[in-house]
């Protein structure tokens, strides 16, 4: 079979899409040595982000546009691609002879417009629900990346059961080794001290941050010397968080790093004294688990996917709680047993979360459509 994968997500800071696609790629390759994989793209791609084995083919245009519609269908026949998957929602939807997969990785513009009020998706609601219903119905297959997602998807779409398909994301394996001096190189130039608690991730009101900073806020009446460090592209669409550092008078204890290489991440996680992901919604959620990778124990939320993904290795708190978060914070930092427990669950939690798994699945669902023709 000939796969083409759309890339042109990956050319934007889509955050955990872009992960999806990239580590789903490079894993396929490795694993199917059968079928042709082609990465669709509209602008050159840079670095080493793929594999070199990857074939690419190159459109000029990008997936909301109106070519995309009226060019990408005989585009993909005639290079006779037989599957086309988009690791986000849009395809094209005039079907030809190519079978078509989506990726739908929650519904949070959807079923929660106010965790992300200020996206385009909320912008045009009407209009993206009249799109997104269209695309689940075009698309032979949906994929999505838990078990609380695919709930969520079948009270929006239940006509979509046949064709929905549980698949987990993964973590990486491979751990980066940490260089000598590269920690001190970092805390020097962010100002970070010995103790911090740390988060990574957008800062969207979905993600909860204003609640982090206030449980921090109590945090810091009963330990000294703590910082809480966000780590993350800085989206000023949604100024509140810093609003709320300053109302508080944390401007020196709250440390806002802005986008830091995915390189230097595993820093952070290594050094933190622990890690929280209080979300209100997450689809899947990588950073709890890339955490747990690097020997750091977990708070996150006791809704939406995160408790299924963390299963028992983290502390679980109702994200809606200050005090909860707070105090689940401080019993992390004071009792010694119960972060070595956490850390011990880690472990063995991100193990059951690999790429290879991933793409195996995935490959199952090729191979599914396949049959079907």
């Given at each position: 079979m000939k796969i083409a994968i759309d890339g042109r997500w990956?050319?934007?800071?889509t955050g955990g899409i872009k992960r999806y696609t990239i580590c789903l790629i490079k894993?396929?390759?490795?694993i199917d040595k059968?079928?042709?994989?082609?990465?669709l793209l509209n602008k050159p791609l840079s670095g080493d982000l793929i594999p070199c084995a990857l074939r690419f083919l190159f459109v000029s245009y990008g997936p909301?546009?109106?070519?995309n519609q009226l060019h990408l269908p005989l585009f993909l026949e005639k290079n006779r691609i037989d599957i086309f998957h988009s690791p986000n929602f849009m395809i094209p939807f005039i079907?030809?002879?190519?079978?078509?997969?989506?990726?739908?990785?929650d519904l949070i513009?959807?079923?929660?417009?106010?965790?992300c009020f200020r996206s385009k998706k909320v912008k045009f609601l009407l209009f993206f629900k009249i799109l997104l219903n269209l695309v689940v119905k075009k698309a032979d297959i949906v994929i999505t990346v838990s078990e609380n997602s695919k709930r969520d998807i079948l009270k929006v779409f239940p006509f979509a059961k046949k064709k929905l398909r549980v698949i987990y994301n993964g973590v990486e394996e491979e751990k980066v080794i940490l260089k000598e001096g590269k920690w001190n190189e970092l805390r020097f130039r962010f100002g970070i001290k010995d103790k911090f608690v740390l988060y990574v991730g957008r800062q969207d009101p979905s993600k909860n941050l204003i609640r982090l900073i206030e449980a921090f806020a109590l945090l810091k009446k009963e330990i000294e010397g703590i910082q809480l460090v966000i780590v993350g592209r800085k989206d000023f669409r949604y100024p509140e968080p810093f609003k709320v550092v300053k109302k508080l008078g944390l401007e020196k204890d709250v440390i806002f790093t802005d986008t830091v290489k995915d390189t230097y991440l595993p820093y952070f996680y290594s050094h933190a004294a622990v890690f929280v992901f209080v979300s209100l919604y997450e689809g899947f959620g990588f950073p709890p688990l890339e955490a747990m990778k690097y020997g750091c124990p977990v708070v996150t939320s006791n809704v939406s996917s995160l408790p299924e993904v963390v299963g028992d290795a983290a502390l679980k708190?109702?994200?809606?709680?200050v005090k909860e978060i707070s105090d689940a914070i401080k019993k992390v930092l004071l009792d010694e047993e119960l972060r070595k427990k956490l850390v011990v669950n880690g472990y063995n939690q991100v193990e059951k979360f690999t790429w290879d798994k991933t793409a195996l699945k995935t490959i199952k669902v090729y191979r599914e459509l396949s049959k079907e023709e």
């Open positions: 990956m050319l934007e800071d894993e396929l390759l490795k059968k079928n042709e994989y082609y990465l909301f546009s109106f070519q079907k030809r002879k190519y079978k078509v997969i989506i990726t739908l990785h513009p959807y079923l929660y417009p106010q965790l708190v109702n994200p809606y709680s």
